[in-house]
RNA sequence: GGGUGCGUGGCUCAGUUGGUCAGAGCGCACGGUUCACAUCCGUGAGGUCACUGGUUCGAGUCCAGUCGCGCCCACCA
């Protein structure tokens, strides 16, 4: 409210924005009693949304911090493990943005080609009905229909994650432009001759009926058996032994092969074997990959169906002989086995074996065997004409600018995994036999065979002027348009103005598990087609799991439990964001529990009841005490818990400031954590209390613009980690500006470190006292008397006295501050605390056996430490070697004990006597 | 087979250039209706930082190895 009476008045605010928009934050009047996320979330979205705060200001002469969100598949809602990305990514840019760089973030969604295919097919699948029935465009409509679904509620579900992004910039890979690029892209690596089409081994999965790349093969220990099949010669005298996990794959075996070296067999090797059942003839080959050690040292060669055999067969020049339909049920090869799913096959074929006498024995066997990513379905390799990105001439630029730095990856650890796949990378297959996705951009010609790839689509064969052309039927693996997006978002490959200003972008913020199918990807053609990197820096975050550690994923069948919805309808978005924020080190897996959120929302409250307690004691002054635009200076009217709390505040700017510039994310929002409720609440908000009462006013509003500079830096500070409550707290309390959103991000200022000590001090003797009250049980009301020698902190414990009786409970009337004292107090309960002694004449309570055994634990702790220390400074490369802070730092602390040792020793004394 | 992460009080986890007596939240025990807050306040118990060895004046923090758990990569028929 004042705020805007103060830039009317001309305080230095910006008055343009609110001439024009004339509207404040839409909050109730007053502060709730306790806090309500429900009540002032999405109201503040929607204005800041209006406002226009998530937009960025160009501006030429400075550079932008830019972020492409990690576009969500449009395969269904989101689910907690989303929530990260948004929360990590929209703390970065709020808090960019509050350094005045102008900042953008870019939305947007994956149509997730196979993915989405799949989950429509389900749904289809309740209706009774295959894509098929549908025919390829009623079956991409419905697509489309489930994309508008849920591209909707993951928009909403964003909007209520608080996500600050620029939704005039939202992108959809299969958007117009989009798929402009993803050909433009294809065109230019075809041209150049980085694209091929082929017959080659493919993983296949039989269930979607289409290829998929190697990254999608999901290898499982299984386990399983060896059999060991007999193959006897042409001629029936002799046999050879060979041990296989697929027995199945015998019918397309095209040879037998030995180790060239293996004694056991040279005289077999160049004569044939027939196979069982089909009774086909192969050849004995030898090769050098043959370990005589594993089986028989004999291994089938099956090219058609396994990527070893497959390279053999290359090198003998074996026939490659496919046994099995797109399906994986066998085919005309498989003779009496044709029309069998390979499983009832293999178990057929086995029985058969068995019958026949040649299936030697069957051995328990342990190993891994590809499943299909997306439908877990055990993966066929299998010959199929694809297309594919030649990858290594992409590799060697893209392992270039990380090895260089040109692009860092955090945590540092990954860019080792980085460089070895780079370094080992295979091509990769692009074309999927889907209909959901990007259709490959080449035609064929029925009349002359040519082949074009073109940018736009050709009505006739450039080559022979024919109109019978087709299309490939092929769609595009999903990450090759993923593969262009921190580009295709910004106008790609026109020479866009927001190409021109906003890329390369700064950070790429997602979770390690994508590290290869997206980062790497964006890498190697974000280099290719623009000549740059893509982004600067790659921060990879764990996965979200669930209590009992599991991967939060949609397959998992309680997955509705987290939804971030409903945990934000619980607890806020903020306590969720704050727990994610903290909870989580880069690249690590963090569990999410419960009761740290609700801890997290108990914070938000903490903060909202500390603000309620600032402004309640404003004293209907609030526009005097908004806060300075520099740092608050010390001046007269403070004291020292004030010069105390500056100085901590300060000191937590720079802190907090360094930890996210390093992106130490979570260790700045938990240093701000117990800042807040730890010094600026238990204490400092304590310590005012009786000066905001006293009559002493000039100190009262020192105690005033200390608490609201204090804590309405600390809301600026925890914007990018709780950025609802802090704005909805900012907007109460007094501040220049119309919005936390986009206010600056605090300055640190000057330390002081007498404050902190002395203040450090006075706490300790207040929780020495409260100890020692509660350890004799000393009703928590009643005022208790203290006599206390204070030696050079005198005048400081008198400025306090009145803190320090309030903090401790002690009865003012009672209470003696002297320099020292000329004799012990009787019956009197004695501590010693940071060089000064306190006494509690405590005489009816007192227990004198009890306060000596005290003392002499105390003594025999003190006692240890002190040898500790003294040996220390005793050791001769400690004091040459150890940095002179360390050493100093060292014989003050033994100087300590020297001297809490004599005051407990004359406390000993004078409870014996 | 290669690589990598983790192993810190009952539970979940912080602890980044090695330097006070190792921290937090939850849980636990005891005590609290003082005008910001019971979504709270005060006090307390609880840890040989997996193990072994090394580097160092000094190691939870660096190095080597061992054990346990997890993950990633890999043409183990």
Not at 33 to 54: D, V
Not at 84 to 95: G, K, M, N, Q, W
Not at 373 to 394: D, G, M, N, Y
Not at 688 to 696: A, E, N, Q
């Amino acid at each position: 409210m004042w705020a805007i009476r103060l830039e009317m008045a001309g305080c230095g605010c910006d008055p343009r924005r609110n001439d024009i928009m004339g509207k404040t934050a839409p909050l109730p009047d007053q502060m709730s009693k306790t806090y309500n996320a429900g009540e002032i979330e999405q109201p503040l979205y929607r204005w800041w949304e209006i406002e226009g705060y998530f937009k960025p200001r160009i501006d030429p002469s400075r550079k932008p911090f830019v972020i492409s969100m990690p576009p969500p598949n449009v395969t269904g809602a989101l689910h907690l493990g989303h929530a990260i990305v948004s929360c990590i990514e929209d703390a970065l840019i709020r808090y960019h943005r509050m350094t005045g760089r102008p900042t953008l973030w870019v939305p947007g969604t994956d149509h997730a080609g196979i993915a989405t295919q799949n989950v429509v097919e389900r749904e289809l699948a309740k209706e009774g009905l295959t894509r098929h029935h549908l025919g390829r465009t009623k079956f991409v409509e419905r697509v489309w229909e489930w994309k508008r679904v849920f591209h909707q509620r993951i928009t909403d579900q964003h909007r209520r994650l608080g996500v600050s992004c620029d939704w005039d910039r939202e992108r959809f890979t299969m958007d117009e432009d989009l798929s402009r690029a993803v050909r433009e892209a294809f065109v230019r690596l075809y041209e150049r001759n980085l694209i091929y089409r082929g017959a080659y081994l493919v993983n296949w999965c039989p269930r979607c009926g289409t290829a998929i790349s190697d990254l999608e093969v999901e290898h499982e220990e299984e386990d399983t058996s060896l059999w060991h099949v007999r193959y006897w010669t042409e001629e029936g005298d002799r046999y050879i032994t060979v041990a296989t996990t697929r027995p199945e794959t015998i019918l397309g075996d095209t040879a037998v092969a030995v180790n060239p070296s293996d004694p056991r067999y040279g005289d077999m090797v160049g004569r044939k074997v027939r196979l069982p059942v089909i009774n086909r003839l192969i050849p004995v080959i030898v090769d050098e990959v043959v370990d005589s050690s594993f089986g028989t040292g004999a291994v089938k060669v099956t090219p058609a169906h396994d990527p070893v055999d497959y390279e053999m067969g290359i090198r003998h020049g074996l026939p490659v002989i496919n046994a099995m339909n797109d399906d994986a049920t066998m085919n005309r090869e498989a003779g009496p086995y044709q029309g069998q799913d390979r499983i009832e096959c293999r178990r057929n074929l086995v029985a058969d074996l068995e019958a026949m006498g040649d299936l030697v024995k069957v051995e328990p066997y342990h190993h891994s065997v590809g499943h299909c990513q997306r439908c877990h379905t055990i993966v066929e390799p299998r010959i199929s004409t694809q297309w594919f990105v030649r990858t290594k001439p992409l590799a060697q630029p893209a392992l270039q600018v990380v090895r260089d730095g040109r692009i860092r990856i955090i945590p540092e650890r990954f860019t080792k995994v980085y460089y070895e796949w780079m370094e080992n990378i295979r091509d990769w297959c692009i074309s999927r036999q889907l209909w959901w996705g990007h259709r490959i951009p080449v035609w064929y010609c029925d009349g002359c065979g040519a082949q074009t790839c073109s940018r736009v689509d050709p009505t006739e064969c450039p080559h022979c002027g024919s109109h019978a052309i087709h299309q490939d039927e092929d769609v595009l693996d999903t990450w090759f348009s993923s593969g262009l997006w921190p580009f295709s978002t910004l106008g790609w490959p026109e020479k866009t103005e927001d190409l021109d200003y906003f890329y390369p972008t700064s950070v790429l913020e997602t979770a390690y598990d994508i590290l290869f199918f997206w980062v790497a990807r964006m890498i190697m053609l974000g280099l290719d087609m623009t000549g740059e990197v893509p982004f600067d820096t790659v921060y990879l975050h764990g996965l979200v799991r669930d209590e009992e550690g599991r991967k939060i994923s949609k397959s998992l069948p309680d997955a509705w439990r987290y939804d971030p919805l409903l945990v934000i309808e619980e607890y806020g978005q903020d306590a969720l964001r704050f727990t994610l924020l903290t909870g989580s080190t880069p690249g690590n897996d963090m569990k999410l529990s419960q009761s740290r959120i609700e801890a997290n929302r108990n914070f938000a409250n903490k903060i909202w009841q500390a603000a309620r307690f600032v402004l309640g004691n404003l004293d209907g002054r609030a526009p005097e005490f908004v806060p300075p635009a520099k740092p608050l200076a010390p001046d007269a009217q403070v004291n020292t818990a004030d010069r105390w709390i500056l100085s901590r505040y300060h000191r937590l700017v720079g802190q907090v400031t360094r930890l996210i510039d390093g992106y130490q994310l979570g260790e700045a929002g938990r240093q701000v954590y117990e800042f807040l409720w730890g010094e600026y609440c238990d204490w400092y908000i304590e310590m005012t209390k009786v000066r905001l009462r006293d009559r002493d006013q000039a100190s009262a509003d020192a105690a005033r613009r200390v608490l609201v500079y204090v804590l309405e830096g600390c809301l600026r500070l925890l914007h990018p980690y709780m950025p609802f409550a802090t704005e909805a707290i900012w907007q109460y309390l007094p501040h220049r500006g119309q919005a936390l959103i986009v206010a600056p991000w605090p300055q640190g200022g000057a330390v002081d470190d007498a404050a902190e000590e002395q203040i450090g001090t006075l706490m300790e003797l207040v929780r020495t006292i409260r100890n020692a009250r509660s350890e004799y049980g000393v009703e928590p009301g009643r005022r208790i008397a203290a006599i206390i020698a204070a030696g050079e902190r005198l005048p400081f414990l008198q400025e306090q006295a009145s803190i320090l009786e309030a903090l401790a409970r002690l009865d003012g009337g009672r209470l003696r501050l002297e320099e020292s004292l000329d004799s012990t107090p009787d019956k009197a309960l004695a501590l010693v605390v940071g060089g000064l002694d306190c006494y509690l004449p405590l005489a009816s309570l007192l227990d004198l056996d009890r306060e000596r055994a005290r003392v002499r634990t105390d003594l025999e702790r003190l006692a240890a430490e002190t040898a500790r220390s003294e040996k220390l400074l005793a050791n001769r490369d400690f004091v040459a070697k150890a940095p002179q802070v360390v050493v100093e730092r060292e014989r003050d602390k033994l100087a300590g004990y020297h001297e809490r040792r004599e005051k407990l020793q004359e406390q000993l004394h004078s409870l014996s006597s």
